[in-house]
Structures are given as structure tokens and as C-alpha cells.
């Protein structure tokens, strides 16, 4: 199991509409769901700074993800394109393996 994590910041007047698109069950773990490999999505929302966030998108694998990128390419191309407008920030942190 990997988890890939990315810090945002979302515009101030935008945090609404970041927020239905990053959440568990918005628009991008929509999208993630047409792979097998997916296992959900969890955002987290800064209590001190309340446009700050943490995401991590687990998956069984990286391979598991880069095929869906493979897959549905143009969809997720089209998607980050939408969001950029949304923030302000978007930093990935890394992919982390689990060690459970």
C-alpha cells in the first residue's frame, strides 16, 4: 500500500469549491475510482490556517497508480488543469509506503 501526499493552499475564495473537489468523495476520488487500485482519498483542513491543507491518495502500488495515469491520462490532465485555478500552492510530498 502506498500513500501519495500533497500539501495546498487553497484561494481563500475558492476554499469551498477546493474542498468539493479534493474530499473523499469529490470530483478527483471520483475519478480515482475507475482503477482497482484505488483505496480512497483523505483531506485534511489546518485548524490554525483554514485554507491549509494535507491530501494523501492511497493506492495498492505505484504501479497501480501510474497505470491509472496511463489509462485515463487525458481525463486526469484535464481535471488538474480545472483545479490550478483553485490554489494558491500544491507541493507533493512525497509517496510513502506503508509498514503495516
Known sequence: MIYIVWRFAAKPDR???????YKSDGTWAQL???SPGFRGTTLLR???TSNRY???DCWDSLASFDRFKRDHGP???????QCEQ?????AK???FESLT
Open 93 to 95: 510530498l512525497g509517496v
Open 75 to 81: 481525463d486526469y490532465a484535464a481535471l488538474d488543469k
Open 86 to 90: 483553485l490554489t494558491e500552492e500544491e
Open 15 to 21: 476554499v469551498t469549491e477546493f474542498e468539493r473537489h
Open 54 to 56: 494535507l491530501l494523501w
Open 32 to 34: 480515482f475510482r475507475r
Open 46 to 48: 489546518d485548524s490554525a
